[in-house]
């Protein structure tokens, strides 16, 4: 009888075997985030806080459990004052999850506020083994340099070999130059930017030589409603994402699903009228289609 019942047993558990072979495991969201570029908004407006078309998605964020965090990607103020970093901070407070900091030109009118507030303005953290890196190119004209670069090459050497992907986060458009592909994309602003910048002979070739996919998103876009409010660009292991807000007619925001299989996915969040998709799939964007 025993004999008989294991039999049994093991026909079923042969079966149930097979049955999950045949089954195609459908990868979930392990995390998302959000990042966000260009928050104080429009140009001469003096927000209190957020540019008001992305507060508005505050319940968006909210109700989103696979959301855990966000970054700011530069010109989170229009200028570094107290009033406008409390504003700032106020904000943060309400929308109740983990936001990091990368600082534009704006931010940084007054460098020793924010440091005192916030700390320095390059850095790193991980999460869910994904390695990301804060880059500052207010430092020096653009350029990653110095202590700034040596930092960044610390960090890929000790920290990208445990990592499935590696995000970059800074605020200037460091790949754009006016002899590049990149050059009819229409950017905020080359405040600063000094006449060489060494992003495509020093900092480029870093991520390039990786074994595994870097994002790379800049925030200084989307000031004006010049059809450029985001990019998308993809080339061996890099791809180089744009995002931002304040022209008032394609605000948006970019939140990034990183799945279970080490996939990723973006959802492009249109900020003006009801229809958060109505600027269609980061992917789609086609930079020969600009211009």
């Known amino acids: 009888m025993l004999l008989f019942i294991s039999a049994i047993t093991l026909v079923s558990v042969a079966r149930c075997e097979r049955e999950n072979e045949d089954q195609q495991i459908v990868p979930f969201i392990r995390y998302s985030f959000f990042v966000a570029g260009h928050v104080y908004g429009k140009p001469g407006v003096d927000n209190i806080g957020f540019h008001p078309p992305f507060r508005q998605k505050f319940d968006l964020i909210k109700n989103d459990s696979s959301i855990k965090f966000g970054v700011l990607t530069g010109d989170i ?5 107290t009033t406008n970093w409390d504003e700032i901070d106020r904000d943060v407070e309400e929308l109740g ?22 700390g320095r303005t390059f850095y790193s953290y991980s999460y ?12 020096d004209g653009w350029n990653i340099s110095h202590e700034q670069l040596q930092f960044l090459k610390d960090e890929l050497k000790q920290k990208s070999a445990d990592a499935d992907h590696v995000f970059v986060l800074f605020h200037q458009v460091l790949w754009w130059a006016e002899d590049n592909i990149f050059k009819n994309v229409d950017i905020n602003s080359l405040d600063g930017r000094a006449d060489t910048i060494n992003y495509w002979d020093e900092v480029e070739p870093l991520f390039h030589s990786l074994p595994l996919p870097v994002f790379l998103f800049a925030g200084d876009v989307g000031a004006f409603a010049t059809g450029d409010e985001f990019m998308y660009y993809r080339y061996d292991n890099i791809t180089l994402i744009t ?49």
């Open 128 to 139: 869910n083994k994904d390695l990301f890196i804060v880059l500052d190119p207010n430092l």
């Open 77 to 81: 103020v229009s200028s570094g004052t």
């Open 243 to 291: 995002s931002g807000m304040g022209g008032e007619v394609r605000d948006n925001f970019v939140i990034v699903d990183v799945y279970s299989d080490k996939t990723i996915s973006f959802r492009l969040i249109a900020l003006n009228g009801s229809d958060i998709n109505a600027l269609g799939k980061l992917e789609d964007y086609r930079l020969e289609e600009k211009k």
């Open 97 to 118: 999850i983990e936001v990091h900091f990368t600082v534009g030109n704006h931010d940084m009118s007054d460098r020793k506020l924010f440091e005192t507030r916030y």
